[in-house]
């Protein structure tokens, strides 16, 4: 520690999921743009306050299960009917009936993947260093607290004004946090 | 959101259609997490050891015992052969899958439907279908015999220029289990993830934050994670629905395509899953009944919540009851003499006549207790219920493949089955392992989704006026 730590952000915590969502509203409203909220479950409302769009992970399921559904349909005819045709039982050599079980079984394992992945991808997991993970008071966010966090990247950010904000709209523990 | 608490106010309905809460006697998130964590940061109890001890020894002597044996040896140590070719084996596979899809239907099928109840018990069903899946997935794999060339059921390039023959259901059964194996361990770990934060941040020592810290990812609970974490949970619950109904129905359609009285039936899918989730519910039954009490979880999984797993039993009962009469009718009704023996024979045949009314006296039978109220209040009975259901499913298994196998189209060419002590002592074997792998999940990971019962109280609610909203 030689004084040149950089700055990561201001932190500040709340105590219910009304008073985060409230906080939410008057930390947009006040045009902050790199900010984000930390709580313990999932808070309804949250998304719309924060504007995010639909989450991608959907996409991420229909490319995977919809390739994997393809490819198993393609190794199926490959194997079977191209690299090497054998007669059993009189069946037909490909029939999209038959291959489709296994194949439906693959879309359903390439869309749990693409899903999982997409997921960690999106969040940008697995993560081995975060810097909001070294302070003490952070635990509290996943057992029953809320926490702020204003990003010291944002335009509007300064070490003054944005305390007097998070401290004005209720925050509680209002802590520097260091890159 | 000040009208929405009025409302609440106004229109607060009388008190026998408020809807219970999830967690009896209105808890908070903070004692919530200190709770559902303290059995896995906590002093291991005794009938922890006393039921591990057994369960450990059954998954690392027995079982490895029974298989080199096997394995070295070959199938004939077990007691299928001609006519009756598969056994134990296949029986003890079909019923493993079974236990399994109780848990992906709690956890997927009630996560859909919005059953804020399954919170509470997703966890612990969920690991219960891991588990199940793993022993189940090794009974395929050590009955083909020379279990070095299970290689040969994937479509590996290999030297031999050959390749799996998808036409065959069995082939597709490779497929649908090792999907349902990785795509619950998947749902399971995905819900596992916010619950790993949390034990790794109330880890006291090193190694337990390194573990849980390493496990969990870098989860920080930020809004945006949440926001892609909620979606990827109901894609993973909507394709997790989807395995409910195939995969015991690619086990069924094992039975249905082979031209064999008893078996040949267009039921057959259909019939596995509702056998399956009917087993599945009497083990989730079997686990949670003393899970409860032992883990002291009471207030957490409520004689509520145990009184709709009771009646979503009663429910598969009677979908069983109804297969079990259109399989009897539909014998009868074909004019098949074939099928009309065989039928015949699992009530009044010679040698197994015991197995099909055990599956019918438990399975249709017993499970009516389940319309009282007093009995699914009484939870030393519905435990027994429970048990007797996976002993019934036991039996069902046996009936149809035994059943159908020892006496077929040639007298000359009929026959029973015996288990051997190899078939004994494998089956008792998985029967450790899973106990001992359902052990170590109790006292290791957390075995109530801690996020998700959180995230369903009314605290969580930020309209709510626990949640924080002004009245």
């Known amino acids: ?179 | 959101m000040a009208e929405s608490a009025i409302n609440l106010k106004t229109f607060t309905p009388p008190a026998e259609l408020r809807r219970a809460p999830i967690v009896l006697n209105n808890r908070g998130s903070g004692w919530l997490t200190d709770k559902l964590s303290s059995f896995a940061e906590g002093k291991t109890p005794l009938w922890w050891w006393i039921m591990f001890v057994p369960a450990l020894l059954g998954a690392t002597v027995l079982l490895p015992a029974m298989l080199i044996y096997q394995v070295s040896t070959g199938v004939g140590v077990w007691g299928n052969n001609q006519p009756v070719a598969w056994g134990w084996d296949i029986i003890n596979f079909v019923w493993w899958v079974g236990v399994a899809h109780a848990g992906t239907l709690i956890s997927a099928m009630l996560f859909l439907t919005r059953q804020h109840w399954r919170t509470t018990i997703g966890r612990a069903t969920e690991a219960m279908t891991v588990f199940a899946v793993m022993m189940a997935g090794l009974y395929p794999a050590i009955h083909v015999g020379r279990v070095w060339f299970a290689w040969f059921l994937f479509p590996i390039p290999n030297s031999n220029a050959i390749w799996p023959q998808f036409r065959s259901p069995l082939m597709w059964d490779v497929f649908a289990v090792n999907t349902y194996l990785v795509v619950s361990i998947l749902f399971w770990y995905l819900g596992l993830i916010p619950d790993l934060a949390v034990l790794r941040d109330r880890a006291t020592t090193r190694v337990r934050k390194f573990i849980y810290g390493f496990l969990a990812m870098g989860w920080t609970g930020s809004a945006r994670h949440w926001h892609h974490y909620e979606k990827a949970y109901v894609v993973l619950s909507g394709l997790c629905t989807l395995l409910v109904f195939t995969v015991s129905s690619i086990v069924g359609l094992d039975f249905c395509t082979s031209q064999l009285a008893g078996w040949h039936a267009t039921i057959f899918p259909l019939y596995f899953v509702v056998g399956a989730v009917y087993c599945g519910f009497g083990m989730v039954l079997v686990l949670l009944i003393p899970l409860r009490k032992l883990c002291h979880l009471e207030e957490i999984i409520t004689p509520r919540h145990m009184d709709r797993i009771c009646k979503l039993t009663l429910l598969s009962s009677l979908a069983i009851a109804y297969i079990y009469v259109m399989e009897y009718f539909i014998a009868w009704y074909s004019g098949d003499p074939y099928e009309r023996w065989v039928f015949g024979h699992r009530l009044f045949g010679h040698t197994y006549w015991y197995g099909g009314w055990i599956m019918l006296v438990v399975n249709v039978g017993l499970a009516q207790l389940l319309w009282f109220k007093r009995t699914r209040q009484n939870l030393k009975l519905v435990f027994a219920i429970g048990v007797l259901i996976n002993i019934g499913m036991w039996f069902e298994r046996f009936v149809i493949i035994v059943g159908s196998l020892y006496q077929d189209f040639l007298p000359a060419n009929w026959g029973v089955y015996f288990p051997t002590w190899v078939d004994i002592g494998t089956y008792l074997g998985t029967l450790g392992a899973f106990f001992m792998m359902y052990l170590l999940f109790i006292k290791f990971l957390p075995l109530v989704a801690i996020a998700e019962v959180k995230g369903a109280m009314p605290q969580a609610d930020p309209h709510h006026p626990l949640g924080g909203a002004k009245q």
């Not at chain 1, 069946?91 to 079980?101: D, N, W």
């Not at chain 1, 991808?121 to 809320?146: C, E, I, M, T, W």
């Open chain 1, 1 to 179: 520690m030689n004084g040149t730590v950089k700055p990561y952000g201001l932190m500040a915590e709340f105590d219910s999921p009304a008073a985060i969502l409230q906080a939410a509203e008057k930390v947009r409203d006040a045009g902050y743009r790199r900010w984000d909220v930390f709580t313990p479950f999932p808070v309804h409302g949250l998304d719309r306050v924060m504007g995010f769009k639909n989450s991608l992970v959907g996409w991420f399921a229909l490319v995977f299960g919809g390739g994997a559904f393809v490819a198993t349909m393609g190794l199926i005819w490959f194997t079977n009917t191209f690299d090497y045709p054998l007669i059993v039982g009189g069946k037909p050599m490909f029939s999209p009936p038959a291959a489709f079980v296994p194949s439906y079984i693959m879309m359903v394992l390439g869309g749990a993947v693409g899903a999982f992945v997409g997921m960690l991808v999106l969040n940008g997991l697995p993560r081995l260093y975060h810097p909001l993970l070294q302070k003490a008071r952070f635990a509290l966010a996943s057992r029953d607290k809320f926490f702020l966090v204003i990003g010291a990247n944002d335009p509007k950010y300064s070490e003054t004004e944005t305390r007097r904000r998070l401290e004005a709209i209720g925050g509680t523990h209002i802590e520097g946090v260091e890159a």
